[in-house]
């Protein structure tokens, strides 16, 4: 700030005082302020600031204008006043070019203070002329502003309101916590400012009359008394109201007279006081609103804070579009991997035209090239060549143009679902007040302790969640917490607590809602179930703890044995897991008697883009989401152990229970199960099974796309996907097909797998090729293939990494100098893993000295072939040595 706005910002500061002292409904108009709009006018015009120049110009209009009418003010017209007043101080205290950017970011509210002010120098147009002054009209006013700056409006309101509640909630609790009487201050003064913009002036009204409330608590003139402080909740309630329905028809609003009469009661207060007398610390609104409002990172429509960041209204549909976009088109740039892949073959197709080529030219003799066939012949070699050094360097473009698009494709997925995501918080905040008032109603005490409210989630999901939250939470207060009164006879604080629990585990958002209450009751719901007839009496006796609290979400289920507004109708838990099934998530309850009860729920942070593995069941494509899988095993056919008609494998000392997939999901079982069988561990609740199923095909990334509702609810499965060939496949619903498992085992209808001792039919062996020249991999991939191995290969250390993870080999071929990944760190890894430690690597290198060898061989690998001394024979003779034949 240079000396010119130094002594603007002072000569500001000086004449506002006496223009916000003077400025007052309850006092006769003072001449004396038009002479201070006259001197913050002209000094604006020096130092040349063009939009304080406009707001002063206008209020020096406008006040002459009363003046020339009898010198009454309205109390519209007060507000219109001081709010020009406020943001020309904030205006000069920012300097000359923040005070320009301040601007820029507030012309909405510029232009709508300079058009207010002007309209006040109309003959007529002040409030005070009117027969029905006491009642300002809103809806009219609202008729006149655009969608978009109401829609903005509701949203600076809910922000607000949230922070007005949260802070009364905490000044009931810690009374003498003035400080967050200051917050308070600037939430409603915000709302005021807002709702005059749009013309809502009955919420102006209550916007001011809590301020003023709030005001009288600041100085000391009133107390935090528990009657003032739900006057103030009832005052936040309702602004929230207003805001929600200004895009709703007129009738839907809160009346005009109902608002009017709550802003009345709140200014009267306990003893009938009126409004702070004279505003004793009138600047004290001016200093809240100069001061930037912390609401959630976010700057309001018409009080934008000095942040770096500016907020940018977009449709919700369009922002679902955009992701949705951003998903395809990841999923459509890996498809593009394939048509490399052709593209090696077709290079590799033409080394084989030139190896026939030269074939043909031995025999014939090997003509001489001044033969007129010798002749033909180079020129075929000629032209050949010429083709594949075309290809050859196409192919290497496009594999890069591939890696570049993955990479940029895949950042613009991030950027455009982190664009959608919010933290927890913001579904929230009505919670404090939700166990406040059902706690008062109940007559219990009770704490509402939140953690991990920072965590984010996709806004979608968020909006879904929100309802199973509100009733779990309204449910611990309502059945899971005992009166006071119980508490203190068990030797318990007579204040409940319930917490609310939110962490990321494995790519999934898993959130809690605990309880310290008298926990739930397992014996009723046991007698309950048997009492509905929902299973025979011998099933239910022999249910776990688990199945039994299962059935607290079924339609209809409910143990209350009375029936009031809060709860114990039956309905709701159900609803609750329906919710939690349509995000792609899950929800089961744990309890201890006398301990408490914890809801857990347990969804997906984003349902644009899954990763999944992809597995064949009954010759059918299946995908399971990567992060409810614990592990991918390869187990041989003869380690599976059967007990009492149940089928086990060993796993780090203890026996998973085997189960056939394509039983479960009602498929054609197929052929002999392969070996070694091929398993998918998955877990929920405490219960571990291992599904067999045929092959696994890979890790991919699947746009989910929801199943037809006409289908209803599809058993066991969550979604649907299509693969990058363009194949559709299903997703499992992993928490469904765990309790399909538990159900088939109750019923004892479990199936083996039909496991042959006889022995296994051969098996070609695999080798996995990995070298970033396309020139070595497909020369090594069909030598290999011509002795009768199956190959495959990577185009580096990473993507050779990952394939060894995903797929069983017998053999790694890998060269050292690689992008993302060299073979050492390659060799290393492998040798390192516990599963794959047992799988041969061969390092071939263009390195050939004796420190190359020895860094090869310190990675374990178990040969070090150099290129100088390569050739065809020693390769396959090396790899004879390691595996043998190429086929067992």
Same mark, same amino acid.
């Given at each position: ?180 009487? !200051? ?40 107390? &935090?008394?528990?009657? =003032? ?53 009138? !600047? ?8 930037? &409002? ?231 719901? =046991? ?64 309890? !201890? ?49 059967? &007990? ?245």
């Amino acid at each position: 700030m240079n000396a010119l706005d130094a002594l603007f910002a002072e000569e500001v500061g000086r004449e506002a005082v006496a223009l916000k002292a003077a400025l007052s409904s309850e006092r006769p108009f003072d001449a004396g302020i038009i002479f201070a709009a006259q001197a913050i006018h002209g000094a604006a015009r020096v130092v040349g600031a063009e939009a304080a120049v406009r707001l002063s110009g206008g209020l020096e209009g406008a006040l002459l204008a009363v003046e020339s009418r009898g010198g009454t003010l309205s109390f519209s017209d007060v507000e219109t006043c001081r709010a020009a007043v406020e943001l020309i101080g904030r205006l000069a205290a920012a300097g000359s070019e923040e005070g320009e950017q301040i601007a820029r970011d507030r012309h909405v509210e510029v232009e709508s203070l300079v058009a207010a002010l002007e309209a006040m120098t109309a003959p007529g147009i002040s409030q005070a002329a009117r027969p029905d002054r006491a009642e300002p009209v809103a809806t009219d006013a609202l008729a006149e502003v655009t969608p978009v700056s109401l829609e903005l409006f509701r949203h600076e309101a809910e922000l607000h309101t949230a922070t007005l509640t949260d802070g009364l909630l905490l000044l009931e609790k810690e009374p003498r916590r003035l400080e967050v009487v !200051e917050r308070l201050m600037r939430a409603a003064h915000s709302i005021k400012g807002a709702a005059r913009v749009v013309g809502l002036d009955v919420a102006v009204r209550l916007a001011h009359a809590a301020e003023d409330q709030l005001i009288r608590i600041q100085t000391g003139s009133a107390e &935090v008394s528990p009657v =003032r402080i739900e006057m103030l909740l009832e005052a936040s309630d309702m602004l929230g109201r207003l805001a929600n329905a200004v895009l709703a028809p007129a009738g839907s609003r809160p009346s005009d007279r109902e608002v009017l009469a709550l802003a009345a009661r709140l200014a009267a207060g306990e003893g009938g006081a009126g409004p702070a007398p004279g505003r004793p610390d009138a !600047e004290a609104g001016a200093r809240a609103a100069e001061t930037p &409002v912390p609401a959630d990172g976010h700057s309001g429509a018409f009080a934008a804070d000095l942040e770096e960041d500016r907020v940018l209204r977009v449709r919700a549909s369009h922002l679902s579009r955009l992701v949705a976009l951003a998903g395809e088109s990841l999923v459509e740039t890996r498809r593009l991997k394939p048509f490399a892949e052709v593209q090696q073959r077709l290079r590799a197709r033409q080394a084989g035209l030139a190896d026939l080529l030269n074939d043909l030219h031995q025999a014939l003799g090997a003509p001489a090239s001044d033969h007129p066939i010798g002749m033909r012949i180079a020129e075929l070699r000629q032209r050949l060549s010429e083709a594949r050094s075309v290809v050859s360097t196409w192919v290497e473009e496009f594999e890069e143009h591939a890696r570049r698009s993955e990479d940029l494709m895949l950042r613009l997925f991030r950027e455009a679902t982190g664009s959608r995501m919010r933290p927890l918080s913001d579904g929230l905040t009505a919670f404090p007040r939700l166990v406040r008032d059902v706690a008062r109603k109940l007559g219990k005490l009770v704490d509402l302790h939140v953690t991990g409210e920072d965590q984010r989630i996709d806004r979608d999901i968020l909006e879904r969640i929100e309802a199973p939250l509100n009733h779990l939470i309204r449910n611990a207060v309502d059945h899971g917490l005992e009166p006071p009164d119980v508490r203190r006879a068990s030797g318990k604080p007579e204040r409940g607590t319930i917490r609310l629990e939110a962490r990321h585990r494995f790519g999934m958002l898993e959130i809690s809602v605990s309880d310290d209450g008298s926990g739930i009751d397992v014996g009723r719901i =046991r007698e309950r179930v048997q009492t509905l007839g929902l299973l025979p009496a011998e099933t239910v006796g022999a249910l776990d703890e688990d199945r039994l609290l299962d059935h607290l979400f079924a339609p209809g289920f409910s143990t209350a044995e009375h029936v009031s507004e809060i709860s114990g109708r039956g309905v709701g838990l159900d609803v609750v897991r329906s919710v939690l099934r349509e995000v792609g998530g899950a929800v089961w309850v744990t309890t !201890e008697a006398g301990r408490g009860t914890s809801f857990h729920l347990r969804v997906p942070v984003s349902r644009s883009v899954l990763r999944a593995v992809v597995v064949k069941i009954a010759d059918e494509p299946y995908a399971f989401p990567l992060n409810r899988i614990d592990a991918l095993l390869r187990v041989p056919l003869g380690s599976v152990q059967q &007990v009492e008609d149940r089928q086990y494998v060993p796993l780090d000392g203890r026996a998973v229970a085997l189960v056939p997939a394509s039983q479960i999901l009602e498929l054609e079982a197929g052929d002999v199960p392969s070996d070694p069988l091929h398993i998918v561990l998955l877990s929920d609740r405490g219960h571990s099974f291992g599904f067999a199923v045929q092959e696994f095909l890979g890790e991919f990334d699947l746009v989910v796309r929801p199943l037809d509702p006409r289908l209803g609810r599809v058993a066991d499965i969550s979604a649907a996907a299509i693969l990058p060939d363009g194949t559709p496949v299903l997703i499992i619903d992993v928490e469904d097909i765990v309790r399909s498992v538990l159900h088939l085992r109750q019923e004892t209808r479990m199936e083996k797998l039909g496991i042959s001792r006889e022995p296994p039919a051969r098996r070609k062996k695999r080798i996995l090729v990995v070298d970033d020249s396309i020139t070595v991999r497909e020369l090594q991939r069909e030598l290999l293939s011509a002795k009768g191995y199956e190959v495959e290969t990577a185009v580096d250390g990473e993507e050779g990494w990952m394939a060894a993870r995903d797929r069983a080999f017998d053999l790694v071929i890998t060269d050292i100098d690689m992008p993302r990944m060299d073979g050492v760190s390659l060799t290393r890894s492998i040798k390192q893993d516990p599963r794959l430690k047992g799988l041969p690597v061969i390092i071939v290198s263009y390195r050939g000295s004796v420190e190359d060898r020895l860094r090869g061989l310190s990675a374990a690998a178990d040969l070090y072939l150099p290129k100088s001394d390569y050739a065809d024979e020693k390769l396959l003779q090396a790899v004879a040595d390691l595996i043998g034949a190429p086929e067992e």
